[in-house]
Nanobody, 120 residues
């Protein structure tokens, strides 16, 4: 079994910052790409940012220049640093990781999500 657990969500005023963490644990051989998605009320899930095992990153246009994704592979952790937050960033943020439990076999795993609320 593999578990992803997020932390760091909360309530913040517009212009503020939050730091989300996601730790993967369990029977893990290796981890490939990791990333963050978000789902705002009444909207579809949106890809926020991803990072490969080689530290190549991707950001949605809506968060470029404000959010930074990073990972600590030794700790099976992915971080999302969110600065200059806007009310439209309000959503449930979930982390995902492509995990290998056996050589050559990967599966996608998800965390439960953490609420981020940005007040105006």
């Amino acid at each position: 079994q593999v578990q992803l657990v997020e932390s760091g969500g909360g309530l913040v005023q517009a212009g503020g910052s939050l730091r989300l963490s996601c730790v993967a644990s369990g029977s893990i051989l290796s981890i490939g790409p990791m990333g963050w998605y978000r789902r705002a009320p009444g909207k579809q899930r949106e890809l926020v940012a991803t990072i490969t095992s080689g530290d190549s990153t991707y950001y949605a246009d809506s968060v470029k220049g404000r959010f930074t994704i990073s990972r600590d592979s030794a700790k099976n952790t992915v971080i999302l640093q969110m600065n200059s937050l806007k009310p439209e960033d309000t959503a449930v943020y979930s982390c995902t990781a492509r995990v290998s439990r056996l050589a050559g076999i990967f599966g996608d795993y998800w965390g439960q999500g953490t609420q981020v609320t940005v007040s105006s």
